[in-house]
């Protein structure tokens, strides 16, 4: 039903040998939240946007959205894994033409989003990157909106920069105590970000 494992980088996301990984709660998040826009913040190969865009499929099956809203921020930039899309035909060719593709760094792109009800960040894995990512884009969620971020247990110096994301998302909600967190350990690990969650867990 949700076999997403011919994507490229699909095994940094648990997804291995027909198996989900957490594909399985991308698309969760989309379906249980009724999510009418959803953003991803890069995606190589598209896994995220592609397990959102099938949960809006059968949202749409019941009538209870009107359309699919699934948007791909990235400016095909930095060192975080080779894209497979320079433009909407990759999209096309995976399957997934409903993506929109937005070619713009996250913080450009980020004035062109309201009302997001289920945003990913998988894009600059920088400390300071993930950082501003969170709260370029805090303001712009929805009521009882979710935000999950990749490469969570994954501390490796990429390009001569090491990832940061867990250490951002720690800072974000230490800084920010109406906001809780929860680390899955699945493949490259991914958390879990919300309002009104509680304190955070390792």
């Not at 791909?72 to 399957?95: C, E, H, R, T």
């Not at 929109?100 to 894995?125: E, M, Q, R």
Request: hydrophobic share 40%; charged share 20%.
């Amino acid at each position: 039903m949700l076999n997403l494992t011919n994507l490229k980088w699909s095994e940094s996301h648990g997804a291995i040998n027909e198996h989900s990984g957490c594909g399985a709660l991308y698309y969760a998040f989309t379906y249980m939240l009724r999510s009418k826009r959803c953003v991803c913040l890069g995606s190589g190969g598209g896994f995220v946007p592609s397990a959102m865009v099938k949960a809006q499929r059968l949202l749409i099956q019941e009538n209870i959205i009107q359309t699919v809203d699934v948007t791909l921020v990235d400016a095909n930039v930095g060192p975080w894994g080779l894209p497979l899309y320079k433009d909407q035909s990759y999209f096309d060719s995976i399957g997934y033409p409903e993506i929109k593709l937005v070619a713009k760094t996250t913080n450009d792109a980020a004035s062109l989003f309201d009302n997001i009800d289920y945003l990913h960040i998988d894009a600059d894995h920088s400390y300071g990157g993930v950082l501003s990512d969170i709260y370029a884009y805090k303001d712009r969620m929805s009521k009882n909106s979710i935000i999950t971020l990749h490469d969570t247990d994954n501390a490796v110096v990429c390009g001569g920069v090491p990832l940061g994301v867990w250490k951002a998302a720690q800072e974000f909600v230490k800084n920010n105590p109406e906001y809780g967190i929860v680390n899955l350990h699945v493949g490259a690990g991914t958390a879990i970000l919300g309002s009104n969650m509680g304190k955070y867990r390792e």
